[in-house]
């Protein structure tokens, strides 16, 4: 929330952290000790480096560590204590103080309902406290308007995650040993192999499956959506426990950490203030959006990378920055004259006939959603194939307009459009499989095939080329890009050097309404839903034998920004604002269709 970055990016993976590094234990992160451990430049160090103007704290997690030279100018040790009238005074006596050495900034904590929710032995108990922080809240909004402050301030009300009652807990040991072992016990459990003659193998054998109510990740097949691999202290496996579950022996009333699916942890935020719309409403975020909002609010806007989108906010905002589409304009790739089909598996000759006809004839694409200076694009009429420059680099996506009504072809051929290419790319067609959504006779581009594992092919490829086609059927008509993606290092940016393809990504756009264009796509009223999947190629994942397909495909959903990351790809639709590219982009998924 306030570095604005992922715990893989930031450091602190959880609660313990174990790096050997910088220490042979697993270190609690509440110790003061503990500031190399912190990376990442939190808001109060960014606003006093660059206007030098103060900043305060009263008991914000994290304001006592120093890890960037720039505390903040008042930081008290954590008194929970400290009585409410108390804390609202501080506040008021900071808020009064001369220009010069008033805070332009105060970061402040308050411990309920969270520590009535870690507790709780009955729903009452948050209750009470949330009743409690209620009176909380009316005694400073009080203070404030006595004070002739609410005008004059922006004020932000904030909580970094819900809350999940427990019901059981997960005895691992039963399942492993330890011996050799570094365990981080919580919702999420991490195992980091300590001992070099435990093999990965093994472990995985006593972990996958093996316990109910748990899911089990290396960080290869991790979602990536969680941003949860590009870690040395994340560990060798990660378990995650279904709502209720807990690796805690014994376990307490409540706690958090689980999958951000889950509702329970879902959380609030209020703003107000001079430079907030009134009742306005921001679509459900990430707390990594929060500090490009800070940085817009203090005036220092793009002052310092994250891994939020700068806008996210724009739309409650009264006065939000002036922003443009920027865009360019994706160029065809070198072609060698005509448009004729060249077979690269045998065509049957009436559907071969159709396909040059409607080859030669068909208009180029005016213009798509997607733009990479590594990538071109080769048309074939309601598809394209959008190749990489690098002939040497495999990497590339194909960009669909599935329509219900299309003729399907039930026939088992790939051809290629010789005004791109006039040699097939593989000479063992056995062994390949299309990753095209559509099941007509163009979708068959042999640019649109690549070897995937058995194991892949079984447990996602399938269900989801048959839940694409289920959803074409539903909804008439879809705008499907598929691709591959290289990322070796799972850092969820795309390697700068061609690789062989690491993830298979999928983004499904339909309308709500009637479509107005499918080239590009726009919808009627820019009423418009979308749905994008980010999966590992994996020669197996054990987990996900004990998940059902749909599953699965939820688990690995992603946000389109994750796509255009992992793809190395810019994503945007001229039809829409700026802000609203941004939600679209950004636009979390809680379900399947």
Not at 369 to 387: F, H, I
Request: with cysteine.
């Amino acid at each position: 929330m306030v570095t604005g970055l992922y715990p893989e990016s930031h450091g602190i993976v959880d609660n313990s952290v174990f790096d050997l590094q910088l220490s042979s234990n697993l270190e609690k992160m509440r110790t003061k000790e503990s500031d190399p451990y912190y990376g990442g430049e939190p808001i109060w160090s960014v606003y006093k480096r660059l206007t030098g103007r103060p900043a305060h704290c009263l008991f914000w997690v994290g304001c006592y560590h120093n890890n960037t030279g720039y505390k903040p100018d008042v930081s008290f040790d954590y008194n929970q204590s400290l009585s409410l009238d108390s804390r609202i005074e501080t506040l008021l006596d900071w808020l009064r103080l001369p220009k010069e050495t008033r805070p332009g900034l105060i970061n402040a904590y308050l411990h309920q309902p969270d520590e009535a929710g870690h507790n709780q032995k009955s729903p009452k108990d948050v209750d009470d406290a949330l009743a409690m922080v209620d009176e909380y809240m009316d005694k400073l909004f009080t203070a404030f308007h006595k004070e002739n402050l609410l005008e004059c301030i922006n004020l932000v009300i904030v909580s970094d995650h819900g809350m999940q009652p427990l019901n059981r807990s997960v005895d691992i040991s039963g399942h492993v040993k330890e011996d050799g072992l570094v365990v981080a016990k919580g919702v999420v459990t991490r195992i980091q192999i300590n001992d070099t003659s435990i093999s990965a193998s093994d472990l995985g054998k006593e972990l996958y499956c093996t316990m109910k109510n748990v899911k089990v990740n290396t960080k290869e097949s991790m979602p990536v959506r969680k941003h949860y691999s590009n870690s040395h202290r994340i560990g060798d496996f990660i378990l995650e426990g279904r709502p209720g579950a807990t690796f805690d022996i014994p376990f307490k009333g409540g706690d958090h950490g689980y999958d951000y699916h889950v509702e329970n942890m879902h959380t609030i935020m209020f703003a107000r203030g001079p430079a907030f719309k009134k009742n306005s409403v921001a679509p459900a975020f990430q707390n990594v959006q929060y500090m490009n909002l800070w940085l817009t609010l203090l005036g220092i806007e793009g002052a310092l990378p994250n891994n939020g989108t700068v806008g996210f906010f724009d739309s409650i905002l009264e006065k939000a920055p002036k922003r443009e589409n920027k865009w360019e304009s994706m160029g065809e790739c070198d072609n060698f004259g005509s448009s004729q089909v060249l077979e690269c598996q045998k065509i049957p000759a009436a559907e071969k006939n159709k396909l040059a006809s409607k080859l030669s004839s068909c208009p180029l694409a005016k213009s798509f959603p997607v733009y990479s200076k590594d990538y071109c694009y080769q048309s074939y009429c309601e598809n394209t194939v959008m190749a990489n420059r690098d002939p040497d680099d495999c990497r590339k996506a194909v960009i669909e307009v599935l329509n219900a009504f299309s003729e399907k072809s039930f026939s088992d051929f790939s051809f290629l459009n010789t005004k791109y290419s006039i040699q097939c790319p593989f000479a063992n067609h056995s062994s390949m499989v299309f990753f095209s959504a559509g099941s007509t006779s163009m979708s068959k581009m042999a640019d649109a095939q690549f070897v995937f594992p058995a194991y892949f092919q079984r447990k996602i490829l399938g269900p989801l080329q048959q839940k694409t086609q289920d959803y074409t059927t539903k909804y008439k008509k879809l705008y499907v890009i598929s691709g591959l993606a290289t990322d070796t290092n799972r850092d969820g940016h795309a390697d700068q050097l061609a690789g062989s393809p690491t993830h298979f990504y999928r983004i499904l756009i339909r309308c709500l309404d009637s479509w107005v264009s499918t080239n590009p796509p726009a919808c009627k009223n820019n009423r418009m839903r979308s749905l994008a999947f980010i999966f590992p190629i994996l020669d197996e994942h054990p987990t996900l034998e004990c998940m059902d397909s749909n599953e699965i495909l939820l688990d690995y959903t992603a946000t389109i920004s994750d796509v255009e990351q992992i793809a190395g790809f810019e994503f945007q639709l001229g039809s829409l604002s700026p802000v609203e590219n941004v939600h679209l982009r950004r636009n979390i998924t809680f379900s399947l269709w």
